[in-house]
């Protein structure tokens, strides 16, 4: 008789595999250059100069240089599998093993408009049961405000992504119209391929980023100037090194002078992704809650209904997503039929005493007006940086 495994359990075995097969290719990729350097020394024997320059470049490296490359490759290794920390710190005081993130794979047609209607309404649907344990326990499920999952409090405690410092804050905006962003959501990283994670990877080391270590100004604005010269091969203006200051205040809202690795690195994954994929893939990434609560925020600003809204209305919806954090928020209930965060100046609340033709006149004929698609277009990279649950923006809207 066969012995039935649950998903956490053929998940974890699935994971040991995975963790033992990738130290065995990491040991294969370590072996060749060892092959190599040991043919290379029977095969003939080097100049002078040659071992003098290797000589060098070993004293150079210093002895410490083995414990450091430990180190850091493990932190490489995290951030390409977009884990945050080591499997081994949750095989403890009976913990969960943390999933093994699968990156996503561009599709042939993902350059493709895809088709979102405006008119047609989409019908929000929610797992009944818990992502991690598969068990339905309606009242206790804090569902997750930008996919179907739903998790329990203890089971997100058990994968260690319910820390005391944050328990308080996920229990009081999970059934909130601000919401909580599972663990999925949360890492923008986790929207990148593989190919585009190799080439973030590259840059950072390039630009000599150490994973998991926070940035000051100075660190953040010395990066985006070599990010820049190796781009385009000049220094960057001044315009856009003030640009970069704004963006790392945004990315800094408590003011403590540093950013956080994990915001810095949301952020250079949202930047990439504006860089690499058109907008008509970044649209494509939108889950159906993303998507009627842009709806919902169009159909605000078209007093008219005629299927356009100026610029400058589109500019002003593009600060509402990212109001995330309020003190006073108004409850809904666990069916989760909300679709994100509708702040007090938001287009969308205009049912709760503040009229949108107070907030900005129309002038829909003395600006560029835009239909629906163009509103999807020019908001969707904002609407994708709003998914962290952090009070940091990482994508700073402009003026």
């Known amino acids: 008789m066969g012995v039935l495994m649950s998903r956490r359990q053929t998940v974890e075995r699935v994971q040991k595999v995975s963790l033992a097969v990738s130290a065995f290719k990491d040991g294969l ?11 290379a020394g029977t095969a003939r024997q080097g100049t002078l100069e040659q071992e003098v320059q290797e000589g060098e470049e070993e004293a150079l490296a210093g002895p410490s240089q083995p414990e450091e490359s430990s180190a850091s490759k493990a932190a490489w290794e995290r951030l390409r599998d977009g884990r945050g920390v080591e499997p081994e710190e949750f095989e403890r005081a009976n913990r969960f093993t943390p999933p093994a993130f699968i990156r996503p794979k561009r599709e042939l047609h993902d350059d493709e408009p895809p088709d979102i209607s405006l008119e047609q309404r989409e019908q929000i649907l929610n797992d009944e049961m818990c992502e991690i344990c598969e068990v339905w326990t309606a009242e206790s499920l804090f569902p997750c405000r930008i996919c179907h999952r739903v998790y329990h409090d203890g089971c997100l405690r058990r994968m260690g992504y319910l820390q005391k410092d944050s328990a308080v804050e996920v229990t009081e905006t999970a059934h909130t119209e601000t919401g909580w962003s599972c663990y999925y959501c949360d890492n923008l990283n986790l929207l990148l391929t593989e190919e585009e994670m190799y080439s973030l990877m590259e840059t950072l080391r390039n630009c000599k980023i150490i994973p998991g270590v926070c940035l000051t100004l100075d660190d953040f604005l010395h990066y985006k100037h070599q990010v820049h010269k190796q781009q385009f091969e000049r220094t960057m203006p001044e315009a856009q090194e003030e640009q970069a200051a704004l963006q790392f205040n945004a990315l800094d809202p408590d003011k403590k002078g540093h950013i956080e690795w994990q915001d810095f690195l949301s952020h250079e994954s949202i930047q990439l992704l504006q ?9 494509r990434l939108l889950t159906p809650k993303e998507r009627e609560r842009a709806r919902a ?6 007093q008219d209904n005629d299927g356009f809204i100026g610029e400058g209305e589109c500019r002003q919806a593009r600060h509402t997503w990212f109001r995330k954090h309020q003190k006073e928020m108004l409850s809904c209930n666990v069916s989760i039929s909300h679709v994100g965060p509708i702040s007090e100046g938001s287009p969308t609340s205009s049912r709760n005493g503040k009229s949108p033709e107070k907030i900005l006149p129309a002038t829909k004929q003395e600006e560029t ?31």
């Open 275 to 283: 860089k690499i994929r058109p907008q008509n893939a970044l649209l």
């Open 297 to 302: 925020a169009f159909l605000a600003l078209d």
């Open 29 to 39: 990729r370590e072996q060749p250059s060892t092959r190599r350097r040991a043919e």
């Open 369 to 399: 007006s835009i239909d629906w698609p163009g509103f999807l277009r020019e908001n969707v990279a904002y609407i994708l940086a709003a998914r962290p649950n952090s009070a940091a923006l990482h994508l700073q809207p402009l003026a």
